[in-house]
């Protein structure tokens, strides 16, 4: 029973967790799926098993950071933006056979931005008023197939899982909302791009996950995801475009990734609780794999230390996990570079040469709850021979 227990643990923490990964703030990384967590007696879902979950997650962004230096003077100034988003998604997990499972997540987002302006009137006194816009609504549904590389019925102690998705562009990915202008009036606005429900592309991903047994009740795991947007823009509106600049007024529709590795170990007489800890990087890159780059994005990424604790009773889980970022870095993008040549262009000497690079605001943490309930067969102790490969 302790092995059965310690499979559910790897079960979470490995299969599951799907995490709403939007820890970035203006770095707009949105939800990632395929990892979907699965509670049972094992660490797959059975053929004609199946799973329902859903998980919640919150941050708030609001410290600013060129590269990985942060620009304290926005809140000593009152000027930061500010991001607070509110995150759920829904789960349906099918098993196809023992080995091979399907997924399917609708996601929904509730977001504010945060933000000021020095009203007309205010000119002289340098006032800033702060005034916050909201996009909320269905996010980009996700579907997609897992695998498990070796029979689950035949091992206990190691395995690997790899998995492809479709992104659909379900998500609105031009809401707008009345904006503060600096006369005074509203004007209905596009939102930016960190609180829109969707990036606007059709994306196809690729995924890996696997655990290996280290010493006694101690597990290591891994897990990785990285979506593909051909889409080279959404078409949403942005800002007028600079001379020379074109194409950089609309927002692109990105890539993004993510990678996770830690430790967990069940603990208790029964193991039916789990701590962990883990280690995990998500991001935008500044090029995407395919498709055009001439859009607007905020690419960067962050490290972060994450940890969690799950908790089984029956075919219910529970899981709260706490991301702390270590390190945020708001790269350069496509954007500045091109900006940056354009300037230097016209400088005859490099001494003077302009670095041109973006800021983003980042949180310090998000919070991210779970909850899922497995329908099908009589819970019973799976078959194995022990050992990875056996």
């Given at each position: 029973?302790?092995?059965?227990?310690?499979?559910?643990?790897?079960?979470?923490?490995?299969?599951?967790?799907?995490?709403?990964?939007?820890?970035?703030?203006?770095?707009?990384?949105?939800?990632?799926?395929?990892?979907?967590?699965?509670?049972?007696?094992?660490?797959?879902?059975?053929?004609?098993?199946?799973?329902?979950?859903?998980?919640?997650?919150?941050?708030?962004?609001?410290?600013?950071?060129?590269?990985?230096?942060?620009?304290?003077?926005?809140?000593?100034?009152?000027?930061?933006?500010?991001?607070?988003?509110?995150?759920?998604?829904?789960?349906?997990?099918?098993?196809?056979?023992?080995?091979?499972?399907?997924?399917?997540?609708?996601?929904?987002?509730?977001?504010?931005?945060?933000?000021?302006?020095?009203?007309?009137?205010?000119?002289?006194?340098?006032?800033?008023?702060?005034?916050?816009?909201?996009?909320?609504?269905?996010?980009?549904?996700?579907?997609?197939?897992?695998?498990?590389?070796?029979?689950?019925?035949?091992?206990?102690?190691?395995?690997?899982?790899?998995?492809?998705?479709?992104?659909?562009?379900?998500?609105?990915?031009?809401?707008?909302?009345?904006?503060?202008?600096?006369?005074?009036?509203?004007?209905?606005?596009?939102?930016?791009?960190?609180?829109?429900?969707?990036?606007?592309?059709?994306?196809?991903?690729?995924?890996?996950?696997?655990?290996?047994?280290?010493?006694?009740?101690?597990?290591?795991?891994?897990?990785?995801?990285?979506?593909?947007?051909?889409?080279?823009?959404?078409?949403?509106?942005?800002?007028?475009?600079?001379?020379?600049?074109?194409?950089?007024?609309?927002?692109?529709?990105?890539?993004?990734?993510?990678?996770?590795?830690?430790?967990?170990?069940?603990?208790?007489?029964?193991?039916?609780?789990?701590?962990?800890?883990?280690?995990?990087?998500?991001?935008?890159?500044?090029?995407?794999?395919?498709?055009?780059?001439?859009?607007?994005?905020?690419?960067?990424?962050?490290?972060?230390?994450?940890?969690?604790?799950?908790?089984?009773?029956?075919?219910?889980?529970?899981?709260?996990?706490?991301?702390?970022?270590?390190?945020?870095?708001?790269?350069?993008?496509?954007?500045?570079?091109?900006?940056e040549n354009l300037q230097n262009?016209?400088?005859?000497?490099?001494?003077?040469?302009?670095?041109?690079?973006?800021?983003?605001?980042?949180?310090?943490?998000?919070?991210?709850?779970?909850?899922?309930?497995?329908?099908?067969?009589?819970?019973?102790?799976?078959?194995?021979n022990g050992g990875l490969g056996?």
């Amino acid at each position: 029973m302790n092995k059965i227990l310690q499979l559910l643990t790897i079960t979470i923490l490995i299969n599951g967790i799907n995490y709403n990964s939007k820890a970035q703030g203006c770095v707009a990384v949105r939800q990632m799926g395929g990892m979907n967590g699965l509670s049972s007696s094992s660490y797959n879902l059975e053929k004609g098993e199946v799973q329902v979950g859903v998980n919640y997650r919150y941050f708030h962004s609001f410290r600013h950071f060129v590269g990985t230096e942060e620009q304290p003077q926005r809140q000593e100034l009152g000027n930061a933006v500010n991001i607070y988003s509110h995150a759920i998604d829904l789960n349906l997990t099918y098993g196809l056979s023992d080995r091979l499972s399907a997924y399917v997540t609708l996601p929904y987002v509730d977001n504010e931005r945060s933000q000021t302006l020095t009203l007309t009137k205010d000119v002289a006194s340098k006032a800033l008023t702060r005034y916050s816009v909201y996009a909320k609504g269905i996010s980009d549904v996700r579907f997609g197939l897992n695998y498990w590389l070796i029979n689950p019925k035949k091992v206990t102690k190691g395995n690997l899982s790899i998995g492809v998705g479709i992104k659909l562009a379900t998500g609105n990915y031009s809401a707008t909302d009345d904006a503060l202008q600096t006369d005074g009036t509203l004007k209905n606005s596009v939102m930016d791009q960190a609180i829109q429900p969707g990036d606007g592309g059709v994306g196809f991903s690729i995924e890996l996950q696997g655990f290996k047994a280290i010493y006694k009740n101690i597990y290591g795991f891994a897990s990785g995801y990285y979506l593909f947007n051909p889409r080279e823009s959404n078409g949403s509106f942005k800002s007028a475009a600079k001379k020379g600049l074109e194409g950089y007024e609309i927002y692109a529709s990105p890539d993004q990734y993510f990678a996770r590795a830690g430790l967990m170990m069940p603990v208790g007489k029964k193991h039916n609780l789990t701590f962990s800890l883990a280690g995990r990087l998500e991001g935008i890159p500044a090029y995407d794999a395919f498709g055009g780059q001439v859009a607007f994005r905020r690419p960067g990424y962050v490290i972060a230390i994450e940890p969690g604790v799950t908790y089984r009773s029956g075919h219910h889980t529970f899981t709260l996990f706490v991301p702390n970022n270590i390190v945020r870095n708001r790269i350069q993008s496509a954007a500045d570079i091109a900006s940056e040549n354009l300037q230097n262009s016209v400088i005859t000497d490099p001494t003077k040469y302009v670095h041109v690079q973006g800021d983003a605001a980042f949180a310090d943490y998000s919070i991210n709850l779970g909850y899922s309930y497995r329908i099908g067969k009589k819970m019973k102790v799976p078959v194995w021979n022990g050992g990875l490969g056996k």
